[in-house]
């Protein structure tokens, strides 16, 4: 296999807080391809976001990337090594602040957040801002940019580019401005864009729209995607491989097809079955139970198991890495960090199941079959 | 176009506004004890009848509404009646005194603008940082002490110890260098900052204090804004987001208290213009008030509630100007 585009390799980032260190992102290794779209899925709080801001090296105080490794076209973000006395110290090939600035945000790696409301500058021209991020990350002209501008605008569907172009954030629609969210991403000709929960601020259908967009211009353009996101819907809809995360941890890797039908991990299966659908009322669907852990203090051995409905008492002890667990039809890993897999030889089938477990699967017993009915 | 008839509508509702406040000082003088022209002749006796002869001389022995009219009408014309303390025109002696007040005014914002904005930005910067507690002293001490002291401190400091600047009056730049005795331009312009400096310092403090800690708390709310998140992911240079994506969409507020602290400054004014002996509206509204002079009461009232008005409509219209969210009424 070639090169990936953006390999990340045992990324922790911390927060320094007054009620201690909260490890939002613990140890997490992915890589992109060129050309793909990468889903990074979980609950609000999982570490997604922190994830994301941490390969741009953004991380706001009083977070910090304390170990791991992020290198991007062979060049690297962040890396750390041993000194002479024992120390870490940064590697000298670790690009600075200032080369991170110039050459890799917004020109390699480009985002779009959340909250296209609020990304906006209000007081500044939609076209003006447009324009802006374009001159300094392609290094054209004024004129040059405007154009480029423009037709970016035109590129993402929006109407009259021109007389847009001179308008305010304020006068255009939630999903006009994701447009001009994913036009900025798009015109910076970079190779990796994070899409940081672009449609969860939208309407459905809206969200549609934006979706089938992304995919037609990520065809045209090759451009690959980070898709943090916390909807396996859109993971579904969009992503070549997926991530899950759960309390700063993968917990599950694979291509999106085994994901959703050799779903290897009980968090990813909870997700799924918690997942809103047609066939289901709101009793039937399978909430998952309790809240996420605080990321200061995370529980012992796996850090699902206070909420896993297999739970043993091995779970509480040994915590699992992600390993490969299967590998699909094309060659590709499925990684799963569950003790219940083989590879792990924890004793997870000699241990005894937890209480709160037992409570869980006779919940799912319980449940009728084919989901008809109700109770 | 669209805000030129903004400008115009916010102009046309300044009317009522004026009409109120001219009609409430109106009542409000004629109600105040004490009946002017027996005010100026001091207690002396004289004939009833020739109280009424000047009464009636002065319109005052008309009612109150028909005074009023009259008045206005004369207003609308320029004609603010006649100080009948000071046997001159009100408009005469209004413009002679205008100049300094709107010089001490002016200059007093510019430097509390001046240094409000650099210090708010370097507090926003440095947030809990020391440059950031200093600043917070600074606007602390600056919102709690009286102008009027501060200038006497000023005073005692700068022109009674050290000599380093005079302590009363003000040098007008706009009148020829010679009434002064200055050899030059030059001699002039510095003689009209060395006049200016600590009456100018007297009364901009409390705006200084102001307007800093509103830049501090406005700046740190757009500098943790996801615009500029979204600039520094774009790799906008750290300056760049500090003065132009967080800064300008931070100086609405400022803007606002600028227009509405004007009454604050005006007022401000007055004591200013005693301490430093500066002969300016405010001290001629004083004197006017002492004296019960109508007509000179209500022409100051009447200029210094115009300008108020004014300074509020301008700050409207800049603000549409500057915040494109703005709507200029026709929208709604």
Wanted: aromatic share 8%; proline share 6%.
């Amino acid at each position: 296999m070639t090169d990936p585009l953006l390999r990340v390799e045992n990324l922790t980032t911390q927060f320094f807080t007054e009620a201690g260190t909260v490890r939002a992102v613990d140890s997490i290794s992915f890589e992109v391809h060129e050309g793909e779209i990468v889903g990074l899925v979980g609950e609000s709080g999982a570490g997604k976001s922190v994830a994301s801001m941490s390969l741009l090296r953004l991380v706001e105080s009083p977070g910090e990337i304390v170990a791991g490794e992020i290198t991007y076209k062979g060049r690297t973000i962040f890396g750390l090594e041993e000194t002479a006395d024992g120390s870490l110290s940064e590697r000298p090939e670790m690009l600075s602040e200032e080369e991170m600035r110039r050459e890799i945000r917004g020109n390699e790696i480009a985002v779009i957040f959340q909250d296209p409301m609020e990304s906006l500058n209000p007081v500044f021209t939609v076209g003006g801002q447009l324009r802006e991020f374009i001159e300094l990350n392609r290094g054209l002209s004024k004129r040059v940019a405007r154009e480029e501008a423009i037709r970016m605008l035109r590129e993402v569907g929006i109407p009259d580019p021109e007389g847009r172009y001179e308008e305010y954030p304020h006068q255009f629609s939630g999903g006009m401005r994701q447009r001009v969210l994913i036009a900025m991403a798009l015109a910076c000709e970079p190779s990796l864009i994070i899409a940081d929960e672009p449609t969860t601020a939208l309407d459905v259908t809206v969200e549609g729209q934006i979706l089938d967009l992304v995919d037609d211009l990520q065809e045209k353009y090759g451009t690959s995607f980070i898709w943090v996101t916390h909807d396996l819907g859109v993971v579904a809809e969009i992503c070549d491989r997926v991530n899950v995360m759960y309390l700063g941890e993968i917990v599950e890797q694979a291509p999106v097809d085994d994901l959703f039908y050799e779903t290897a991990h009980p968090y990813t299966e909870a997700l799924l079955e918690s997942m809103p659908r047609p066939d289901l009322t709101v009793e039937e669907i399978q909430s998952i139970r309790g809240v996420m852990p605080s990321a200061i203090a995370p529980p012992s051995g796996c850090r699902f198991h206070p909420r896993c409905r297999y739970a043993r008492e091995a779970c509480k002890r040994v915590h699992p890495d992600p390993r490969r667990v299967a590998t699909s039809a094309d060659g590709e890993t499925h990684r799963a960090a569950c003790l219940r897999h083989d590879v792990f030889e924890s004793g997870y089938e000699a241990s005894a199941p937890l209480e709160h477990a037992t409570a869980l699967s006779d919940r799912e017993v319980e449940r009728p079959p084919g989901g008809e009915g109700g109770e | 176009m669209r805000l030129l008839r903004y400008t115009l509508y916010r102009l046309l509702q300044a009317i009522p506004v004026l009409i109120g406040v001219t009609l409430i000082t109106f009542v409000l003088a004629n109600l105040a004890p004490g009946d002017p022209v027996r005010f100026m002749l001091h207690g002396q006796e004289v004939d009833e009848e020739l109280i009424r002869t000047v009464e009636r001389r002065y319109g005052l022995d008309r009612p109150l509404h028909e005074r009023y009219l009259v008045y206005m009408g004369g207003v609308l014309q320029g004609d603010f009646g006649h100080s009948i303390h000071r046997n001159r025109p009100v408009l005469d002696l209004m413009l002679a005194r205008i100049g300094p007040t709107l010089l001490l005014v002016v200059s007093a914002y510019a430097f509390a603008l001046a240094t409000a904005i650099p210090l708010g930005i370097l507090a926003a910067k440095r947030r809990n940082q020391p440059e950031d507690h200093v600043s917070r002293i600074v606007a602390l001490v600056g919102v709690s002490t009286p102008s009027f002291w501060i200038g006497i401190m000023l005073i005692l400091l700068f022109a009674v110890t050290l000599g380093w600047l005079p302590s009363s009056g003000l040098v007008y730049p706009w009148w020829p260098p010679e009434t002064y005795g200055h050899s030059g331009y030059g001699e002039h312009a510095l003689e009209t900052v060395r006049h200016l400096l600590l009456p100018m310092i007297a009364l901009g403090t409390l705006q200084m204090a102001t307007l800093m800690r509103v830049e501090r708390t406005q700046m740190i709310n757009s500098l943790q804004g996801e615009y500029v998140k979204l600039a520094r992911a774009y790799g906008v240079p750290e300056r760049t987001i500090l003065r132009k994506h967080a800064f300008r969409a931070a100086q609405l507020p400022i803007i606002t208290i600028v227009g509405l602290n004007l009454s604050t400054a005006l007022g401000g004014a007055v004591l200013i213009e005693y301490v430093f002996n500066i002969n300016g509206m405010g001290r001629l509204f004083l004197e006017a008030i002492q004296q019960l002079d109508y007509q000179l009461i209500m022409g100051i009232t009447i200029v210094i509630g115009t300008m108020f008005v004014v300074g509020v409509i301008i700050t409207d219209i800049s603000y549409a100007y500057i915040d494109p969210r703005v709507t200029y009424g026709e929208e709604e």
